[in-house]
């Protein structure tokens, strides 16, 4: 007659842990970490290139870490600014706000919270200007991308990625105290990169953005437009990773010069795909893209920290 009660009192505490890591998954959900990620990738490299070796293991840790918080608070105010797009495409149904695992005023105050501590964080562990850098990325993603840019004009992800590119700015200050002309490169490369890499995964789901109302350049223009504004801005990304050649020595060119032959090549398939109505996989491109700029960063972190001569 005992077991019943006992094995009820085993299970309450079991449910209620469940329920804490349910919570706990949806506000990380909320902070989109799938996209914080591909962000990091770019910051460490951009503090071994400013250091031109390795740098301090503290810094790079509070950089990562309010680096990462930043963004985090960046994607959980997006997600509250966006979650009636979010309710009617099938890509973004399962998010916390859609589901109601966490309620809007809530997301909202733990996105306030989180840039507030990433701004301590990065003031009292790296310097002011990367903080101030990291504050103004938050409040651009937020009220120009998200609010005023991308339910208005197609070209919405080309200004509204600036917000992306920070992270490498935001490294390089850590570092250097300023900011310098190859941290301005590589934010250039991040940025025109953007375009093909949203593009791409945008003609994946069009339909989806269509029925949300947002007018993303596959839903506005033919095909043979987007995919000819991808091979475009693919080209104007592979040429600018070249301006860094005087920062950095033969490994990073040659490492370069290959990933950005085969970033090109997907790219140009798939404008040939599409102009001669053949079946596409804009998908491929996408994913590549992730590859080609990890790769790309990679090689200019090894770069710097095996120390070679630099090319001028």
């Given at each position: 007659m005992t077991a019943v009660p006992e094995q009820a009192e085993t299970a309450a505490p079991a449910t209620t842990t469940a329920k804490r890591r349910g919570v706990l998954a949806a506000y990380f959900a909320l902070t989109k970490?799938?996209?914080?990620?591909?962000?990091?990738?770019?910051?460490?490299?951009?503090?071994?290139?400013?250091?031109?070796?390795?740098?301090?293991?503290?810094?790079?840790?509070?950089?990562?870490v309010g680096g990462a918080m930043s963004a985090g608070s960046a994607n959980a105010l997006n997600c509250v600014a966006d979650s009636d797009i979010d309710a009617v495409m099938h890509r973004t149904r399962s998010r916390p706000l859609v589901s109601y695992e966490v309620p809007r005023k809530h997301a909202l105050i733990f996105g306030i919270v989180l840039g507030v501590v990433s701004f301590a964080v990065l003031a009292l562990g790296a310097n002011l200007l990367?903080?101030?850098?990291?504050?103004?990325?938050?409040?651009?993603?937020?009220?120009?991308?998200?609010?005023?840019?991308?339910?208005?004009?197609?070209?919405?992800?080309?200004w509204g990625g600036a917000a992306g590119c920070m992270p490498v700015v935001i490294g390089w200050a850590a570092v250097a105290g300023k900011v310098e002309w190859p941290a301005i490169v590589m934010f250039a490369v991040v940025f025109l990169w953007t375009p093909p890499h949203f593009w791409s995964l945008a003609m994946k789901y069009r339909d989806d953005y269509a029925r949300a109302g947002v007018p993303m350049l596959p839903v506005v223009a033919t095909p043979r437009q987007v995919s000819a504004r991808i091979l475009v801005y693919s080209w104007a990304t592979v040429a600018c990773t070249l301006l860094l050649v005087p920062a950095t020595s033969w490994v990073y060119v040659a490492i370069a010069v290959l990933s950005g032959a085969a970033f090109l090549i997907v790219a140009q398939r798939l404008h040939a795909s599409v102009r001669q109505g053949r079946t596409t996989n804009p998908m491929t491109l996408f994913h590549l893209s992730n590859s080609y700029l990890a790769v790309l960063f990679v090689a200019i972190a090894v770069d710097a920290a095996i120390g070679l001569p630099t090319l001028t």
């Open positions: 970490p799938r996209v914080i990620e591909l962000l990091l990738v770019t910051t460490i490299p951009a503090m071994f290139l400013a250091e031109r070796g390795v740098p301090s293991p503290w810094l790079v840790l509070v950089t990562l990367a903080a101030v850098l990291s504050l103004a990325a938050i409040l651009f993603y937020v009220f120009v991308y998200t609010l005023l840019l991308k339910r208005r004009t197609s070209q919405n992800i080309v």
